[in-house]
């Protein structure tokens, strides 16, 4: 249900009324459609109805550009259909007795054909696709003067003679494309007075030889998708075409655009360029294009764009520069573009980013960024994509509610765990204050962790409904750096301590007689170390803005786990050695250890008879188990994350959402359970004070096999408490 309220008190309120009958609405609102109610740019075209009347969700199918010239040309071919019905009965002589006739055309579709089959005259639409024909002869074709439509692609024809199609006067379309065909000889289409369309896409073809297309005056659409043309001519494209109006170029290998390839090309409405090689545009390559409709330039190699290079299109409707390595966008690039209606920049970095580029594209419907935060440059847009990175949304800096909820109730349990732990290791006394100190260190550093889960729930409650007006100033924050960092102190901290940890009881357990035992002092110096190296590296990246950027700004939660290719190589390098390095050595030696030390425990229990050796054998072995699940499962998601951003495979940022409030806290919240609330010792030291000073005299009566596994067993309990 929609809640309507005055817009002059509340101008940037979720809904509001127009303050005359009209339909105007503030800045970054739209109507309703017809109703004088206004919903914000972030409730249109997001695949929810939030009017009464669902005007919010139409409309916003991008059909600007060659789509709408489609949908013209398709309804007047219509009109022209229903006029002129074409006869369903063969009224040809000769047909061959594999294909199939109705009317004046021939279908000879998947035959196997080997060669042009011989049929009457008076053939108006002649097919011949997907069969097997190699080559085309001189003059195969001059005896069809009635012929219109010519269908030749998904054949294996490698070369066409000069005067292959001679004498074909009223032909108006010729499809050659999924051929091996890798030159076209001047003046082949000399005699194509009236074609419309030549199709010419994935074929080998790696250059247009001059006099290429004479005798094209009519030609309309020229598609060469997916060849390997390297250059385009140094005269103008059109000379020999002067209709062309609709030229694909998409899938080549072209690296640069002069200024004289589309001097004469006045007639054109549909200009695409998509995924060749150009490095460079000449300035006023398409001051000629008067009438262009759509232009895309994306997937090229274009780092600069010349600052008057559109300034003559005024009738362009859609523009697509998208996933170019453009170092920048000139604040008035766009200026000239009044007409323009959708406009496409994804992928694209754009740190000079203003709400002037856009200001006067007032036509402008439909926009594109590669990151939802430009959004709010372009309020005046009533369809602005994308709506969220995955991580945040343009309402809120935790896009997914589930996520919002449980931001604080994962806090909670870690703040809460870790805080409860340190109090009873405060009260409760053990004869291994070493460990105890261990402890209480693992709980200060895993607390950070539910410290930072309250702080990105506190900016998300802070941020509701309008995060994306703050996102970019959020990111670039000094709160945000200091949240970031807060994670991962706490992170690489916990991990180095649980390696210590594992460590020291690696060698009481494995080498039980060795009388290792750290004391208290070489316990704090190496609890002082392990903080201090923590701290380190959690300020490295401050030290050099230009080595590593925003390394803690790269997302809503001001975590630095994705990379991608605007990551500074210092940035990408440093958190590589963290996650791939540092952290996955440690968990590789706390598998191997906790390994080692079940194994050692499990050899020595079998050469004694005693149950209760057994079970309380099986008692560490699933402690073992769960602290290394636990480990692996908080860990191995991030490893691999990383890695796939290493290898540039688009991770959702969904995933990373999820990762970083869900996973990485999981060893903040289990270890004070694992390591504590768990253990027998502690249990038994809670409720009863245990005297064990007592069981030391009991040991020695032993015999040395049950004596060795019961001093075993009884270290691992004191290192555990």
Same mark, same amino acid.
């Given at each position: 249900?929609?809640?309507?309220?005055?817009?002059?008190?509340?101008?940037?309120?979720?809904?509001?009324?127009?303050?005359?009958?009209?339909?105007?609405?503030?800045?970054?609102?739209?109507?309703?459609?017809?109703?004088?109610?206004?919903?914000?740019?972030?409730?249109?075209?997001?695949?929810?109805?939030?009017?009464?009347?669902?005007?919010?969700?139409?409309?916003?199918?991008?059909?600007?550009?060659?789509?709408?010239?489609?949908?013209?040309?398709?309804?007047?071919?219509?009109?022209?259909?229903?006029?002129?019905?074409?006869?369903?009965?063969?009224?040809?002589?000769?047909?061959?007795?594999?294909?199939?006739?109705?009317?004046?055309?021939?279908?000879?579709?998947?035959?196997?054909?080997?060669?042009?089959?011989?049929?009457?005259?008076?053939?108006?639409?002649?097919?011949?696709?997907?069969?097997?024909?190699?080559?085309?002869?001189?003059?195969?074709?001059?005896?069809?003067?009635? @012929? !219109?439509? $010519?269908? +030749?692609?998904? #054949? %294996? *024809?490698?070369?066409?003679? /000069?005067?292959? &199609?001679?004498? =074909?006067?009223?032909?108006?379309?010729?499809?050659?494309?999924?051929?091996?065909?890798?030159?076209?000889?001047?003046?082949?289409?000399?005699?194509?007075?009236? @074609? !419309?369309? $030549?199709? +010419?896409?994935? #074929? %080998? *073809?790696?250059?247009?030889? /001059?006099?290429? &297309?004479?005798? =094209?005056?009519?030609?309309?659409?020229?598609?060469?998708?997916?060849?390997?043309?390297?250059?385009?001519?140094?005269?103008?494209?059109?000379?020999?075409?002067?209709?062309?109006?609709?030229?694909?170029?998409?899938?080549?290998?072209?690296?640069?655009?002069?200024?004289?390839?589309?001097?004469?090309?006045?007639?054109?409405?549909?200009?695409?360029?998509?995924?060749?090689?150009?490095?460079?545009?000449?300035?006023?390559?398409?001051?000629?294009?008067?009438?262009?409709?759509?232009?895309?330039?994306?997937?090229?190699?274009?780092?600069?764009?010349?600052?008057?290079?559109?300034?003559?299109?005024?009738?362009?409707?859609?523009?697509?520069?998208?996933?170019?390595?453009?170092?920048?966008?000139?604040?008035?690039?766009?200026?000239?573009?009044?007409?323009?209606?959708?406009?496409?920049?994804?992928?694209?970095?754009?740190?000079?980013?203003?709400?002037?580029?856009?200001?006067?594209?007032?036509?402008?419907?439909?926009?594109?960024?590669?990151?939802?935060?430009?959004?709010?440059?372009?309020?005046?847009?009533?369809?602005?994509?994308?709506?969220?990175?995955?991580?945040?949304?343009?309402?809120?800096?935790?896009?997914?509610?589930?996520?919002?909820?449980?931001?604080?109730?994962?806090?909670?349990?870690?703040?809460?765990?870790?805080?409860?732990?340190?109090?009873?290791?405060?009260?409760?006394?053990?004869?291994?204050?070493?460990?105890?100190?261990?402890?209480?260190?693992?709980?200060?550093?895993?607390?950070?962790?539910?410290?930072?889960?309250?702080?990105?729930?506190?900016?998300?409650?802070?941020?509701?409904?309008?995060?994306?007006?703050?996102?970019?100033?959020?990111?670039?924050?000094?709160?945000?750096?200091?949240?970031?960092?807060?994670?991962?102190?706490?992170?690489?901290?916990?991990?180095?301590?649980?390696?210590?940890?594992?460590?020291?009881?690696?060698?009481?357990?494995?080498?039980?007689?060795?009388?290792?035992?750290?004391?208290?002092?070489?316990?704090?110096?190496?609890?002082?170390?392990?903080?201090?190296?923590?701290?380190?590296?959690?300020?490295?990246?401050?030290?050099?803005?230009?080595?590593?950027?925003?390394?803690?700004?790269?997302?809503?939660?001001?975590?630095?786990?994705?990379?991608?290719?605007?990551?500074?190589?210092?940035?990408?390098?440093?958190?590589?050695?963290?996650?791939?390095?540092?952290?996955?050595?440690?968990?590789?030696?706390?598998?191997?250890?906790?390994?080692?030390?079940?194994?050692?425990?499990?050899?020595?229990?079998?050469?004694?008879?005693?149950?209760?050796?057994?079970?309380?054998?099986?008692?560490?072995?699933?402690?073992?188990?769960?602290?290394?699940?636990?480990?692996?499962?908080?860990?191995?998601?991030?490893?691999?994350?990383?890695?796939?951003?290493?290898?540039?495979?688009?991770?959702?940022?969904?995933?990373?959402?999820?990762?970083?409030?869900?996973?990485?806290?999981?060893?903040?919240?289990?270890?004070?359970?694992?390591?504590?609330?768990?253990?027998?010792?502690?249990?038994?030291?809670?409720?009863?004070?245990?005297?064990?000073?007592?069981?030391?005299?009991?040991?020695?009566?032993?015999?040395?096999?049950?004596?060795?596994?019961?001093?075993?067993?009884?270290?691992?309990?004191?290192?555990?408490?």
């Amino acid at each position: 249900m929609l809640l309507t309220v005055s817009c002059f008190p509340l101008a940037e309120s979720l809904l509001v009324h127009s303050r005359r009958g009209s339909y105007a609405c503030p800045l970054g609102q739209f109507p309703c459609g017809n109703l004088s109610i206004c919903l914000p740019q972030l409730l249109h075209c997001n695949g929810e109805k939030d009017c009464d009347n669902g005007a919010d969700e139409e409309n916003c199918v991008d059909n600007s550009g060659w789509l709408q010239i489609w949908d013209d040309m398709q309804q007047t071919k219509l009109s022209r259909a229903t006029k002129t019905e074409e006869n369903p009965d063969c009224v040809l002589d000769q047909v061959p007795e594999q294909c199939r006739c109705q009317g004046m055309m021939i279908d000879c579709t998947g035959q196997n054909l080997s060669t042009i089959p011989w049929v009457s005259s008076n053939v108006t639409k002649l097919d011949l696709k997907m069969n097997q024909i190699h080559s085309l002869l001189d003059n195969q074709f001059i005896r069809y003067k009635h @012929l !219109e439509k $010519l269908l +030749l692609q998904h #054949n %294996k *024809i490698q070369s066409i003679p /000069p005067y292959a &199609f001679a004498g =074909l006067s009223k032909l108006k379309m010729l499809f050659l494309s999924h051929n091996e065909i890798t030159e076209l000889k001047p003046r082949v289409f000399q005699d194509l007075y009236q @074609l !419309e369309w $030549l199709i +010419l896409d994935n #074929n %080998k *073809i790696n250059k247009i030889l /001059p006099a290429t &297309f004479v005798g =094209l005056k009519s030609l309309y659409f020229l598609y060469m998708l997916n060849n390997s043309l390297s250059t385009l001519p140094n005269t103008s494209m059109c000379a020999e075409m002067p209709n062309l109006s609709w030229l694909e170029l998409e899938g080549n290998q072209i690296c640069a655009l002069n200024s004289s390839v589309f001097q004469e090309c006045s007639t054109f409405t549909v200009l695409v360029l998509r995924r060749n090689k150009i490095e460079w545009i000449e300035e006023g390559a398409f001051s000629k294009l008067n009438n262009l409709v759509e232009l895309d330039l994306s997937c090229n190699r274009l780092e600069e764009l010349p600052p008057s290079l559109f300034s003559n299109l005024h009738h362009l409707q859609q523009l697509n520069i998208s996933y170019n390595p453009l170092k920048q966008i000139f604040a008035n690039q766009f200026d000239s573009l009044t007409h323009l209606r959708s406009l496409s920049i994804e992928g694209l970095e754009i740190p000079n980013i203003q709400t002037h580029m856009f200001q006067k594209l007032t036509n402008l419907s439909h926009i594109y960024f590669k990151k939802f935060q430009y959004c709010s440059y372009s309020p005046h847009v009533r369809s602005c994509k994308p709506n969220t990175d995955g991580i945040s949304s343009l309402e809120n800096l935790l896009a997914n509610i589930i996520l919002r909820v449980f931001v604080w109730v994962i806090a909670c349990l870690t703040c809460f765990g870790n805080l409860f732990v340190i109090c009873m290791r405060s009260f409760v006394v053990t004869e291994n204050s070493q460990h105890t100190m261990a402890i209480k260190s693992l709980c200060c550093a895993d607390c950070l962790m539910g410290i930072y889960l309250f702080f990105i729930g506190a900016f998300d409650l802070k941020f509701s409904g309008e995060y994306n007006k703050h996102a970019q100033v959020w990111m670039a924050s000094i709160q945000c750096q200091l949240v970031g960092s807060l994670a991962m102190l706490s992170s690489e901290v916990s991990v180095l301590l649980l390696t210590y940890m594992t460590l020291e009881k690696f060698l009481c357990i494995v080498f039980p007689f060795s009388h290792y035992a750290a004391g208290k002092k070489q316990t704090l110096s190496m609890l002082v170390i392990i903080w201090l190296l923590g701290f380190s590296l959690t300020l490295i990246p401050f030290w050099s803005k230009e080595t590593f950027g925003d390394y803690y700004g790269r997302n809503g939660v001001c975590f630095p786990l994705q990379s991608d290719e605007t990551e500074r190589p210092g940035a990408r390098g440093y958190s590589t050695a963290i996650f791939l390095g540092l952290n996955l050595i440690a968990f590789i030696t706390i598998v191997f250890a906790y390994t080692s030390m079940f194994c050692s425990i499990h050899n020595t229990a079998t050469k004694t008879a005693e149950r209760s050796v057994f079970s309380r054998e099986v008692a560490i072995a699933k402690r073992f188990f769960f602290i290394v699940f636990t480990d692996a499962l908080c860990w191995t998601p991030i490893f691999l994350l990383k890695l796939l951003s290493l290898l540039q495979v688009e991770v959702p940022g969904t995933v990373t959402s999820w990762v970083v409030i869900f996973i990485l806290p999981i060893n903040s919240a289990l270890n004070p359970i694992l390591y504590t609330i768990t253990t027998t010792t502690f249990q038994e030291k809670l409720k009863l004070c245990l005297q064990k000073k007592q069981q030391q005299p009991q040991l020695s009566l032993q015999d040395p096999e049950t004596s060795k596994t019961r001093f075993t067993l009884v270290s691992l309990q004191i290192s555990s408490t």
